[in-house]
């Protein structure tokens, strides 16, 4: 009996120390590991419907519509009889205050006479647009100017030209006193460091300038603008003046922020542009908001575990951990997540202290463009946030075979790649230079290099204006379209198609003679579903 028993223990250790065993021990740890990533994958799932929710509750149609009531109507207005006194139609000084004495005026006042009964729209010294939108405090309105003398007049026009403004730089800005010099819109007013600059059509503009509000009764406002009119507020050296007011609509909870520009450059005539920005600043109102701060919070523990967890990692891995391409992309998301944090703390903090100062002077200017700004902004980071979070799905469905396929084409061909996108980005901006040498000076799309390099871009996608290239010259305009687009799109672009789509045939075929772990996932997910249906039973 003991030699057999003996005889029978060999042939297990046998069995267990052979091939099989070194096979089943790669299996269980590969099991394993797809365990976890299965269990960090729902993880995440609950993370990104939390993460969507707080994102698409920040914004609604009724955003949209509550934009698009107040641009119609600003720029396009009503109530006017001249069509020349639109917003848009502004060309000159002249314009500007056509417009600011009647449309403007119109817009922010209502008195209007509806079914020949006048409606009271004033209710306690305070105006209400569309009847629905209170106008909070008084409008404003500021323009910066630059100094006489400020660009170099040849020799030879000194005799025909005395004075020279030049374009609108920071170096160049007036700030002394000027005209009455006995009120505050003759006088420079400097700006919160804090307060945002304006990136115009003609320039970068600080947030400075000469200021002055409305009163809050239209006759009163009349009256001043015409008083600065008469006594040329705006001079040869204003170059941009900006329209600043804000409303609150009780109904849908939001505020809506607009900003009307109308720059005068160097060159003379008017550029005119508009900003609308409708926000939710006051979050917690009704129910649903009270719902998305318990996701805020929610939403706050994910990204306390998050950190913990990259934290671990990188004491872990030190310098390896950021060779991963996806552990830099969590450590983006982390900094992302926790810079949207601290601006939701300080929006709600600062929204607060902005409405106890209106409050408290109901004639004064309040700075909602300020936040505005700054929500906007916040939103375009979030925008980025959720687009990421997305793509790091990814990261954990990578066993998929099609998923295999498409990352290892791409790196597969990335030398290639990079290489031909040398080559096409040679020619590529050769033709920019080209039509910007050539067409800058008459076809707007290509009045800028960076213009220029959207145009061709354009191009290659099928929009394109013909007629302007062969206009602003007649040989050389049908010469550069014919020969970019051949080149570009007929030959480098399917060059580029050519690489991939080889590439591509390759790795399919060598994944064939791969076994998919697709099986092992949908094993694993059998197991899970089978355990969870019993559990319920």
Not at 141 to 167: G, M, W
Not at 280 to 301: G, N, P, Q, S
Not at 507 to 525: G, N, W
């Amino acid at each position: 009996m003991e030699p057999s028993a003996t005889r029978q223990r060999s042939a297990v250790e046998q069995r267990l120390s052979g091939p099989g065993a070194a096979e089943h021990r790669p299996s269980v740890s590969r099991e394993l590991e797809l365990k976890t990533t299965l269990r960090e994958l729902i993880i995440y799932a609950f993370f990104l419907t939390d993460l969507c929710i707080l994102t698409f509750g920040m914004v609604s149609t009724e955003m949209y519509y509550l934009n698009r009531i107040m641009s119609q109507l600003f720029l396009e207005p009503p109530f006017s009889e001249d069509s020349r006194s639109g917003f848009r139609s502004i060309e000159s000084r002249g314009d500007f205050w056509r417009f600011a004495e009647g449309p403007l005026l119109d817009g922010l006042y209502w008195d209007k006479r509806y079914n020949n009964n006048t409606m009271l729209t004033v209710q306690n010294n305070s105006s209400h647009i569309y009847y629905e939108n209170l106008l909070l405090g008084v409008a404003q309105i500021r323009q910066l100017k630059v100094h006489n003398n400020t660009c170099s007049i040849y020799p030879y026009f000194h005799a025909f030209l005395e004075d020279c403004y030049s374009e609108y730089h920071y170096q160049a800005e007036d700030r002394s006193e000027f005209g009455l010099k006995n009120d505050s819109e003759w006088k420079y007013t400097s700006a919160s460091s804090l307060s945002p600059w304006y990136w115009g059509s003609m320039g970068l503009y600080s947030s400075g300038g000469y200021k002055f509000t409305l009163p809050q009764s239209r006759q009163k406002s009349l009256e001043k603008l015409m008083f600065l009119r008469q006594n040329n507020w705006l001079t040869r050296g204003t170059r941009i003046v900006f329209i600043d007011f804000s409303t609150y609509n009780a109904n849908v909870n939001l505020f809506c922020i607009v900003r009307l520009v109308v720059e005068f450059p160097a060159t003379g005539g008017a550029r005119t542009s508009s900003h609308t920005y409708s926000v939710k600043l006051l979050r917690y109102v009704t129910y649903y908001d009270y719902f998305l701060a318990a996701c805020e919070i929610t939403f706050c523990l994910f990204i306390i575990t998050f950190i913990i967890q990259e934290a671990t990692k990188i004491v872990k891995l030190k310098k390896k951990y950021f060779r991963s391409a996806w552990n830099c992309l969590d450590l983006l998301l982390l900094v992302v997540s926790i810079l949207a944090i601290a601006f939701n703390i300080y929006r709600t903090v600062a929204v607060s202290l902005l409405m106890e100062e209106l409050l408290s002077d109901p004639h004064a200017y309040p700075d909602f463009y300020f936040l505005a700004f700054w929500q906007v902004l916040y939103n375009n980071m979030i925008a980025v946030n959720v687009f990421f979070a997305w793509i790091k799905i990814f990261k954990y469905v990578s066993f998929n075979k099609t998923m295999m396929q498409l990352s290892s084409t791409l790196s597969r061909c990335d030398k290639d790649i990079l290489g031909f996108a040398v080559m096409f980005f040679i020619i590529f901006f050769a033709y920019a230079q080209f039509g910007y040498l050539v067409f800058g000076s008459q076809v707007e799309e290509f009045s800028s290099f960076q213009n220029c390099i959207f145009t061709q871009f354009r191009i290659v996608l099928g929009d394109f204006n013909f007629e302007a290239i062969e206009a602003a010259n007649r040989i050389l305009g049908p010469v550069y379209f014919i020969t970019y687009v051949f080149l570009v799109f007929f030959v480098l672009l399917n060059m580029v198609l050519a690489i991939i789509n080889d590439t591509y045939s390759e790795v399919k075929a060598d994944f064939q003679m791969i076994t998919s772990e697709e099986t092992q996932i949908r094993d694993l997910f059998r197991q899970v579903s089978t355990h969870f249906c019993n559990y319920l039973i």
